[in-house]
């Protein structure tokens, strides 16, 4: 079975949220709260137990200025261009906006999976990782794992949820909801390898428009987990949008830690034999 | 100033409440508490056995409870033995506490009642040889996660979580053992406690930035205030540990250093998993670009 995955290109994101309403409509995913968080379009804040898709709205202060009042540097009659809404300098004031919608990364190496003690988190036949929620005993120790903080406990339920990237749909040869529902393919769905290679044409169309801020985020394999199975183009630096820029999976270093522990043992048994040690 | 989304924290704050760090301290008390047990067994000081055995199974018979409590689904506590997984610390702690908790506890029991001497001695040694990895699994346990105040201290927290729970432990033991009996405990007491305050030292030092949640805040003043437990509960015991009263008033002084070191270390992984800069900060150093 190929790997399948997300590729979410936010130069196409419109910032709908479409995607965040088809995921809560088809997973019957709980009511997040209704704040007003003032982050620019953004009232749903971060993915969490009840958030699997999350659009981000990030408000970039542009490069030029311009009086009060005049048109948008990019706007009817301004010699208007299909990439140059995406540049971070286009001339004008205002500011630059960056949409994005987020999800679990279906990491390589999740770190979720890897120290989930029941067995819950698994990796399906799609290599995508799921919580199996009939096993979950809410013990919560893939929640400060992730390096994403995707993964949340459901205070009242006590278990773990984040996305599963629709796995009922997946066996039922379906595309995910949040896919299904983008309408500006901003969201892709497919066999990871294919998903690659167009990001890939995608990010050179890009850059050729010079949009020299353009990069793929979690496609590359050796990164710190091992490349994301829902990967990103981003057109600035990943921490704009809340992301971490370099994660690596914690468990990279268990060896190392096992060690540590291993030696603290042996010095915790050498201080009682040190202390029992006849006197003279 | 680094940038993130609107200030928020990229990584999730841990679910687990008090219950956790409680855990910390009654099961390393518990593990350093065997393994002085053994150690008493080993030397013929049946006294300091009885204490060390006692501490070790109220310990242990402490930290079930709080372990289960912190589930989100407490009916659920056995399937923490449906798998053995090495990548996961807490799976491998709840198989060792499967081993470790029945001798513990047997140990003190046949030491209590008299029964089945050869059995308590047996199980007071398998508990005793256990007690080490009981008492240091937990600092991995938090090791392993992606909150940088945890991880980046992985090569001290074990340290600093030995040294605390044989500060403990010596210090339990002094307070409940005669004088006469209790000079392993003294020494155990007063070794535990340097390694502790040292151990967390160097865990500052070598964090760097990253140290800010263990040193200011309320991680901070409960690390400043864990260090003066175990300091002066350790010079208590080397210069007047021989007395009762003085031995009841430094053991006390020791847990209590213990249990705040464990709370400080607790504290201070929601600090840094609420603060981007600690997150993002040392990953944009190692990003090649």
Redesign the interface.
């Known amino acids: 079975m190929a790997r399948m995955g997300f590729f979410t290109d936010t130069s196409v994101c419109i910032g709908c949220k479409a995607c965040e309403v088809a995921c809560k409509e088809w997973n019957d995913v709980p009511d997040d709260g209704l704040d007003f968080?003032a982050?620019s379009y953004?009232n749903t804040?971060?993915l969490?137990a009840d958030t699997w898709r999350h659009v981000?709205f990030?408000e970039r202060p542009r490069g030029g200025s311009a009086p009060p009042g005049s048109p948008p540097a990019n706007g009817p009659g301004a010699g208007w261009s299909p990439a140059a809404d995406l540049l971070p300098d286009a001339g004008g004031a205002g500011v630059r906006w960056l949409m994005s919608s987020d999800v679990c990364k279906h990491c390589t190496h999740a770190?979720c999976l890897?120290?989930?003690?029941?067995?819950?988190l698994f990796r399906t036949e799609f290599d995508t990782v799921v919580v199996q929620q009939d096993?979950?005993?809410?013990?919560?120790?893939c929640?400060?794992?992730?390096?994403?903080?995707?993964?949340?406990?459901r205070e009242a339920?006590?278990?773990?949820w984040k996305c599963t990237l629709c796995y009922d749909r997946l066996k039922a040869d379906l595309t995910p909801a949040c896919a299904k529902a983008c309408p500006t393919e901003s969201i892709q769905f497919g066999p990871l390898e294919e998903l690659r290679e167009r990001a890939s044409g995608r990010l050179g169309v890009l850059r050729e428009a010079g949009v020299a801020e353009a990069r793929l985020y979690g496609a590359d394999e050796d990164d710190g987990v091992g490349g994301f199975g829902a990967f990103f183009l981003l057109l600035d630096?990943p921490?704009?949008?809340?992301?971490?820029?370099?994660?690596?999976v914690?468990?990279r270093?268990?060896p190392?830690?096992?060690r540590?522990?291993a030696?603290?043992?042996?010095?915790?048994?050498g201080?009682?034999?040190?202390?029992?040690l006849?006197?003279r | 100033m680094?940038?993130?989304?609107?200030g928020?924290?990229?990584?999730?704050?841990?679910?687990?409440k008090w219950y956790i760090p409680a855990y910390f301290f009654t099961g390393g008390l518990a593990?350093?508490s065997s393994?002085?047990g053994?150690?008493?067994q080993?030397?013929g000081?049946r006294r300091l056995r009885r204490t060390a055995l006692g501490a070790a199974a109220a310990g242990v018979a402490v930290s079930g409870p709080l372990l289960v409590i912190?589930?989100?689904?407490?009916g659920?506590?056995l399937?923490?033995l449906?798998?053995a997984?090495p990548?996961?610390?807490?799976?491998v702690g709840?198989w060792l506490l499967a081993a470790f908790a029945p001798a513990a506890i047997g140990a003190a029991a046949s030491d209590v009642t008299g029964r089945a001497p050869r059995l308590g001695r047996a199980a007071a040694a398998g508990a005793g040889v256990l007690?080490?990895?009981v008492?240091?699994?937990t600092?991995?346990?938090v090791?392993?996660?992606?909150?940088p105040a945890?991880?980046e201290a992985?090569?001290?927290?074990?340290?600093l979580?030995?040294g605390s729970?044989?500060a403990g432990a010596?210090g339990v033991a002094l307070a409940s053992t005669p004088a006469a009996a209790a000079?392993?405990?003294r020494?155990?007491a007063v070794?535990?406690a340097a390694?502790e305050v040292g151990a967390s030292r160097v865990m500052d030092r070598r964090l760097g930035e990253l140290a800010g949640p263990y040193e200011e805040g309320r991680a901070g003043r409960l690390a400043k205030a864990a260090e003066a437990c175990s300091l002066s509960g350790a010079l208590l015991a080397a210069v007047a540990g021989r007395r009762r009263p003085t031995a009841i008033a430094a053991g006390t002084l020791l847990c209590a250093g213990s249990l705040l070191t464990r709370f400080s270390v607790f504290r201070a992984?929601f600090e840094s998993?609420a603060d981007?800069a600690a997150?993002?900060g040392p990953?944009?150093l190692?990003?090649p670009r």
């Open positions: 968080l982050m953004d804040g971060a969490g981000a990030v770190a890897d120290v989930c003690p029941t067995g819950a096993v979950c005993n809410g013990c919560g120790y929640v400060p794992a992730c390096p994403f903080g995707v993964i949340d406990k339920d006590g278990r773990v630096e921490e704009i949008y809340g992301l971490p820029p370099a994660p690596v914690t468990t270093d268990l190392g830690m096992w540590a522990a030696g603290a043992a042996l010095a915790l048994a201080a009682v034999a040190v202390a029992v006849p006197r | 680094t940038d993130s989304y609107y928020r924290p990229i990584l999730k704050a841990p679910v687990w593990g350093a393994a002085l053994l150690a008493a080993l030397t000081n912190d589930l989100g689904r407490p659920r506590f399937n923490m449906r798998v997984k990548t996961s610390p807490m799976s709840s007690g080490p990895a008492a240091t699994y600092a991995v346990l090791a392993d996660t992606a909150i945890w991880h992985h090569q001290q927290l074990p340290f979580f030995a729970s044989m010596g000079g392993p405990a020494r155990l070794i535990g390694l992984g998993a981007p997150t993002v990953q944009r190692r990003r």
